[in-house]
């Protein structure tokens, strides 16, 4: 059996720094992983790649050739990959054996991985190539700084965990760049009536029935909760890693 890991997460969240770090980890410890980039519209990273989308199809070439923007390109491409899961992916994947670490560093597009069905059968195929997969959902700390905004995250959090149906760890990015940590906690495994109440501070009242309902559907899979990664602080080895 070998095993994949899959990065998602908004734009901005830091994915492929994430990957970047996650690789000199791994190399420091004399572990070996293996990262492919699912992102079309990548062109620089600082990580190594096995596999490269690009190597099959770029979004530059779908915009110009088909005359679309930005998000319709993507959501073209990762189709094509989906069509092409049997031919170029699976010969990739042949050259890898038992025990092997894959990690999938993914577009950024949220409805890859909330509601529409690309990522998802993609998930599907990994599983039928016999790879244990993961997901790794990251979300920017600065979300924190506006509670509306880390309600949002974790809505959409939810929803990539529900539609990809894995075992999932939410990653709170960047901790560097939070100036102040005291408030962190309540954040990493939010107590549903602090994030009612402070959801009530912010919105006008006639959305307390909304603010409610929110938070419900939230405390009621009971699944939402974030590790802190801080990439620039060091820790045991010389990693920069978690908090």
């Given at each position: 059996?070998?095993?994949?890991?899959?990065?998602?997460?908004?734009?901005?969240?830091?994915?492929?720094?994430?990957?970047?770090?996650?690789?000199?980890?791994?190399?420091?410890?004399?572990r070996s992983i293996h990262i492919v980039n699912?992102?079309?519209?990548?062109?620089?990273?600082?990580?190594?790649?096995?596999?490269?989308?690009?190597?099959?199809?770029?979004?530059?070439?779908?915009?110009?050739?088909?005359?679309?923007?930005?998000?319709?390109?993507?959501?073209?491409?990762?189709?094509?990959?989906?069509?092409?899961?049997?031919?170029?992916?699976?010969?990739?994947?042949?050259?890898?054996?038992?025990?092997?670490?894959?990690?999938?560093?993914?577009?950024?597009?949220?409805?890859?991985?909330s509601h529409v069905p690309m990522l998802r059968?993609?998930?599907?195929?990994?599983?039928?190539?016999?790879?244990?997969?993961?997901?790794?959902?990251?979300?920017?700390?600065?979300?924190?700084?506006?509670?509306?905004?880390?309600?949002?995250?974790?809505?959409?959090?939810?929803?990539?965990?529900?539609?990809?149906?894995?075992?999932?760890?939410?990653?709170?990015?960047?901790?560097?760049?939070?100036?102040s940590k005291r408030d962190v906690e309540n954040?990493?495994?939010?107590?549903?009536?602090?994030?009612?109440?402070?959801?009530?501070?912010?919105?006008?009242?006639?959305?307390?029935?909304?603010?409610?309902?929110?938070?419900?559907?939230?405390?009621?899979?009971?699944?939402?909760?974030?590790?802190?990664?801080?990439?620039?602080?060091?820790?045991?080895?010389?990693?920069?890693?978690?908090?």
């Amino acid at each position: 059996m070998g095993y994949a890991q899959l990065v998602i997460g908004p734009a901005g969240s830091g994915k492929s720094t994430y990957c970047s770090s996650l690789y000199q980890h791994c190399e420091t410890l004399g572990r070996s992983i293996h990262i492919v980039n699912l992102d079309p519209a990548a062109e620089n990273f600082n990580y190594p790649v096995v596999m490269y989308i690009r190597e099959l199809i770029s979004l530059d070439d779908v915009m110009e050739e088909l005359g679309l923007g930005p998000n319709g390109g993507l959501i073209y491409c990762m189709e094509h990959l989906e069509e092409n899961l049997d031919e170029w992916l699976a010969e990739e994947l042949d050259y890898y054996l038992d025990d092997d670490y894959l990690v999938f560093d993914c577009p950024s597009q949220i409805k890859l991985f909330s509601h529409v069905p690309m990522l998802r059968n993609f998930v599907e195929h990994l599983k039928r190539k016999n790879f244990n997969v993961c997901g790794v959902y990251l979300l920017d700390s600065q979300f924190i700084a506006d509670v509306t905004k880390f309600v949002s995250g974790c809505m959409a959090s939810l929803s990539a965990m529900v539609q990809l149906e894995l075992p999932h760890v939410n990653i709170l990015s960047k901790m560097d760049l939070v100036t102040s940590k005291r408030d962190v906690e309540n954040y990493l495994d939010p107590e549903p009536r602090f994030l009612l109440s402070e959801l009530n501070e912010w919105i006008a009242p006639w959305f307390k029935k909304l603010n409610k309902s929110l938070i419900e559907q939230v405390d009621e899979y009971s699944m939402v909760s974030f590790i802190p990664i801080n990439l620039r602080r060091k820790a045991a080895y010389g990693m920069h890693w978690l908090k």
